[in-house]
C-alpha cells in the first residue's frame, strides 16, 4: 500500500544507475531506510485501523444479509430487535463448545473469555442503544442493500441506535465515542 520506498527507490537509481551499489552510511542509503521505516509504520497503522473498522463492518454484513432474505424490503421494528438479538447470540455455540471442551476444574481459555467478553459489551450495546444503519425505511434498505463491503461506503448509510426497550435515536457514523 505504502509506496515512497518504491518511489525513493526509483529516484536514486536515476541518480545514481544501480542501488545495490550504495555505501553504507551514504546519505542515499540513510534515505531509503527512512522510507522503508515510514513505510513499515504506515502499513501498522492501517493494519491498526482495520482491525479497529472490522467489527462494524461484519454488523453491516449481517445486516445486508438479512435484508436481502428479505427481499431487499424494509424490516419491520420486531424483525429488527429479533435479528440484533442473533446478532448478539452469534457466538453462543462456539462459547458453548469451548466450554464443553475444557476440563473441570480449569481455569477458562483464554478464548472462552474473550467471548464472553464480546457478548458482554454488544449486550451492554443494546440496552444502551445499539448501533446499525436504518432498515425500516425503504430508501437506507436500498442503499444498504448495494453495499458492496468498502469503509468508505458506510457513511452514507442513515444510522440509529436502537435500545433494548423500543426506543430509537438517529447516530452518526463512525461513532465519536459519544456513547
Known amino acids: ?26 546519505r542515499d542509503s540513510k534515505r531509503l531506510h ?15 485501523r482495520r482491525k479497529k473498522d472490522k467489527p462494524y463492518i461484519e454488523r453491516v454484513a449481517f ?6 432474505q428479505n427481499g431487499g424490503q424494509a424490516l419491520s421494528v420486531d424483525v429488527i430487535h429479533e435479528l440484533i438479538r442473533t446478532y448478539i447470540h452469534q457466538y453462543d455455540e462456539e462459547l458453548a463448545e469451548v466450554k464443553k ?11 472462552e473469555d474473550l467471548l464472553k467478553v464480546k457478548i458482554a459489551q454488544l449486550q451492554k450495546e443494546y440496552q444502551n442503544g445499539f448501533l ?13 442493500q448495494k453495499w458492496e ?9 442513515k444510522w440509529t441506535r436502537i ?3 423500543g426506543t430509537a435515536k438517529p447516530a452518526s457514523f463512525p461513532p465519536k465515542g459519544d456513547h
Not at 445486516?63 to 436481502?68: G, H, K
Not at 471442551?101 to 478464548?111: F, I, S, V
Open 149 to 157: 463491503g468498502s469503509w468508505s461506503y458506510l457513511t452514507t448509510f
Open 34 to 48: 527512512r522510507a522503508q521505516v515510514r513505510d513499515e509504520k504506515l502499513e501498522k497503522i492501517a493494519a491498526a
Open 1 to 26: 500500500m505504502p509506496k515512497t520506498l518504491e518511489r525513493t527507490r526509483k529516484a536514486i537509481a536515476k541518480k545514481k544507475g544501480a542501488v545495490e551499489s550504495l555505501h553504507q552510511y551514504s
Open 132 to 144: 446499525l444503519p436504518i432498515l425500516d425505511t425503504q430508501d437506507n434498505a436500498t442503499i444498504v
Open 63 to 68: 445486516f445486508q444479509e438479512a435484508l436481502s
Open 101 to 111: 471442551a475444557r476440563r473441570p476444574g480449569q481455569p477458562a481459555k483464554a478464548r
Open 163 to 165: 435500545q433494548s426497550d
